[in-house]
């Protein structure tokens, strides 16, 4: 049973540039989320999506963007990379009406934006 | 104020010694909650998920109380791969959103 997994694992942009990153949940989940972890910090909530649609979204700028396919996979992209930008990529699957809405992270994709 | 607050610590402590430490949470709506591990450049994975007034698995005790908002994570007889960082999580139930904390930071030496 193959867990939840993301790619790629390293990626080195420059300020400006656009990047996709891609999940793919674990299996019998049907919900992604992506985080951003910055170092030192815990991770932060990006957006949600389930059913194909973006359900919730915390408190990132628009350049931030995501899609779910119909086999449940998902991207998350970044217009216009900053620095700040730089950060530890998260994906976590989850199952709607799972027991406590548990949710299971990806190795994460490490951006760097020089 | 930030939704979830830890202790960063570190907490250094030898094999075999108990230790705790404590989460604290903002939002009183939240509903459920959890204890995730976190190792250098690792993913977090979820340890366990805290139930009711608080549960146990093995040498680890999580412990819920609503009225204090607050969880804590005791682990007892520490082993060396105890080493790492512990994320408490908090789930909102109006918006169902995960919020982290920034973790704990244990280590256990020989």
């Known amino acids: 049973d193959a867990g939840v997994t993301q790619s790629p694992t390293h990626l080195i942009k420059t300020r400006g540039q656009q990047v996709t990153l891609r999940c793919s949940p674990k299996?019998?989940?049907?919900?992604v989320s992506w985080y951003q972890q910055a170092l030192g910090q815990g991770p932060q909530f990006i957006f949600q999506y389930y059913e194909e649609e973006e359900r919730q979204r915390g408190n990132f700028p628009d350049r931030f963007s995501g899609h779910q396919f119909p086999n449940y996979s998902s991207e998350l992209n970044v217009n216009a990379l900053l620095l700040g930008d730089s950060a530890l990529y998260l994906c976590a699957s989850s199952r709607r009406g799972g027991q406590g809405y548990e949710q299971y992270f990806g190795p994460g994709t490490r951006l760097t934006v020089t | 104020r930030k939704e979830v607050e830890q202790d960063p610590g570190p907490f250094n402590v030898p094999e075999g010694a108990t230790v705790a430490f404590n989460c604290t949470y903002s939002?009183?709506?939240?509903?459920?909650f959890f204890w995730y591990r976190q190792d250098c450049r690792k993913e977090p994975k979820l340890l366990m998920s805290v139930y009711s007034s608080g549960n146990e698995d093995g040498r680890f005790t999580a412990q819920l109380n609503r009225a204090s908002q607050y969880i804590s994570l005791l682990i007892r007889d520490s082993k060396l791969s105890d080493s790492a960082t512990y994320l408490c999580v908090v789930l909102n139930a109006n918006d169902y959103k995960l919020s982290f904390g920034a973790g704990t930071t244990v280590t256990v030496r020989a």
């Open positions: 939002n009183s709506a939240s509903q459920s």
């Open positions: 299996s019998g989940h049907d919900t």
